[in-house]
Nanobody, 124 residues
Framework: QVQLQESGPGLVKPSQTLSLTCTVSGGSITADLYYWGWIRQPPGKGLEWMGAMTYGGSVWYNPSLRSRTSISWDTFKSQFTLQLKAVTPEDTAVYYC????????????????WGLGTQVTVSS
């Protein structure tokens, strides 16, 4: 079974750039059938889709985050990254990477693959 794992700093200062990595491992799936992206959940709120890309590298972003967000594959497509610029305390959340059948996701659906999530706190 495919496994995804997020990694990155747990604490980021305001105005800095948050960089997270998602490592993909385990069983094989038809990567072309999935969107590979990032979702976050602020404390006390629901899931917020941030953006996703195809295996070929076409990328879509949440319009509210587009100006600050970048998602990309590494050279060998065993990892993909999220960069979020100019963070504020409102960006504090649990960040998830996922391989999903739908582009925009707001719930966990059967057949999708999610990481366990990583807590990111923005504070000085």
């Amino acid at each position: 079974q495919v496994q995804l794992q997020e990694s990155g700093p747990g604490l980021v200062k305001p105005s800095q750039t948050l960089s997270l990595t998602c490592t993909v491992s385990g069983g094989s799936i038809t990567a072309d059938l999935y969107y590979w992206g990032w979702i976050r959940q602020p404390p006390g709120k629901g899931l917020e889709w941030m953006g996703a890309m195809t295996y070929g590298g076409s990328v879509w972003y949440n319009p509210s985050l587009r100006s600050r967000t970048s998602i990309s594959w590494d050279t060998f497509k065993s990892q993909f990254t999220l960069q979020l610029k100019a963070v504020t305390p409102e960006d504090t959340a649990v960040y998830y990477c996922a391989a999903t059948k739908e582009l925009e996701v707001h719930t966990r659906d059967a057949g999708d693959y999610w990481g366990l999530g990583t807590q990111v706190t923005v504070s000085s």
